[in-house]
Each structure stands twice: as C-alpha cells, then as structure tokens.
T-cell receptor, first 109, second 112 residues
Framework: GQQLNQSPQSMFIQEGEDVSMNCTSSSIFNTWLWYKQDPGEGPVLLIALYKAGELTSNGRLTAQFGITRKDSFLNISASIPSDVGIYFCAGQVSYKYIFGTGTRLKVLA | DVKVTQSSRYLVKRTGEKVFLECVQDMDHENMFWYRQDPGLGLRLIYFSYDVKMKEKGDIPEGYSVSREKKERFSLILESASTNQTSMYLC???????????FGPGTRLTVT
C-alpha cells in the first residue's frame, strides 16, 4: 500500500532547541494531519491543514501544507521534555488517510 | 470527553489461534478503523467501517476480518494467528465528514 516518507526517522535534541520534520509523497493530498503518539498511548491530533500553502500554528507547533500538495512540514519551537514521542503525518486520499512512517523525538534535558 | 477503548493492552496468543480484538467508542461516531503499527512502517490501515454492518478493506486486509454489529463496537478478528501478525493494533473512530480520528491506546499482540 501507499506510504508517506517522513524524515528524520528519529532525532535527539537538547531541551530548548527547535525541531523540524517533514513528510513527502509522490501523490497529491487534499488534507494533511499531524499526530503525536506518547509512549503507551494512541496518536492524538495536533494540527490539521486543508489548503495548499496553508501555515497553521498550535502553541509551539507550526505546520505547513506544501504548495505542491505532495509534502508537509512540522516545526516545534523551544522543545521541552514532554515533546518526546512519535510524530506522524497523515495525508487524505479519497475516503481514507495514509500515515507516514513516523519521526521519533527524544529530548535531552 | 471523547473515548475509544480497546479490550486488552497486551495479548499473547499461539500460532493458529483465533483472536478477537474489541474496540468501543462512546462518541456516536459513524466511522471506525483498525490499524497496525510496526516500527519503521508507521500505521497501516487494515479495515474500516462507515456504518453498522458495513466494512471496507484497507491496505493490508489479508489474514484479518472485522465485524460491526453495533455502532459503538468494531471487532478485528484474526482467523488463524500467525507470527507475522505480532504487532501493535490501534483502533480509531471519527464522525462522518470529519478529518480527526480519535485513537484508542492500542493492543500489543504477540503471536508465538
């Protein structure tokens, strides 16, 4: 089945640093979503993007819907220890969502 | 508060056993989904249902079946469990037309 490529796969960062991750595909999507999965829990929606070029913020998180509709970016500013987890992008195609491979974030205090 | 619950957090089954994973949502959502999560592969859709007794295959339906007899409950069935079905299984629900899916905590299934 179709998958989205996320990068990086994992990253260690120092507390206070900014983080960037992205998601790319060969297909066009109508909607992009970003989820976070805390250890031992299911993913929770962080940000939803509905239009090409859209830039949306949620606190320290900022996400963008790529202009080509084939990619999306998530930035986290001034990371804190509770940012640790796995971040997934998801793109909508027809009636379902395709999820990315995930970016595992570890924050060093 | 929105809630999706899954019957077990951890499950260990033997090869060839029939396995039932249950999911219940309390939000009156029309849509329900079953995913499996494997390291490096992200979440892959197994089956989804958009109404009672309705089901659609996802990307990896082989070896699985589902049942939705009531709106709030969506069951995933492994007819004859195999070791390659060892994985984390996540259930999710969403309302019709909405983009956000609400996930349960997952069931980590080990097949030995």
């Amino acid at each position: 089945g179709q998958q989205l490529n996320q990068s990086p796969q994992s990253m260690f960062i120092q507390e206070g640093e900014d983080v960037s991750m992205n998601c790319t595909s060969s297909s066009i999507f109508n909607t992009w979503l970003w989820y976070k999965q805390d250890p031992g829990e299911g993913p929770v929606l962080l940000i939803a993007l509905y239009k090409a070029g859209e830039l949306t913020s949620n606190g320290r998180l900022t996400a963008q819907f790529g202009i080509t509709r084939k990619d999306s970016f998530l930035n986290i500013s001034a990371s804190i220890p509770s940012d640790v987890g796995i971040y997934f992008c998801a793109g909508q195609v027809s009636y379902k969502y395709i999820f990315g491979t995930g970016t595992r974030l570890k924050v060093l205090a | 508060d929105v809630k999706v619950t899954q019957s077990s957090r951890y499950l260990v089954k033997r090869t060839g056993e029939k396995v039932f994973l249950e999911c219940v949502q309390d939000m009156d959502h029309e849509n329900m989904f079953w995913y499996r999560q494997d390291p490096g592969l992200g979440l892959r859709l197994i089956y989804f249902s958009y109404d009672v007794k309705m089901k659609e295959k996802g990307d990896i339906p082989e070896g699985y079946s589902v049942s939705r007899e009531k709106k709030e409950r969506f069951s995933l069935i492994l007819e004859s469990a195999s070791t390659n079905q060892t994985s984390m299984y996540l259930c999710a629900s969403s309302s019709q037309g909405a983009h956000e899916q609400y996930f349960g905590p997952g069931t980590r299934l080990t097949v030995t």
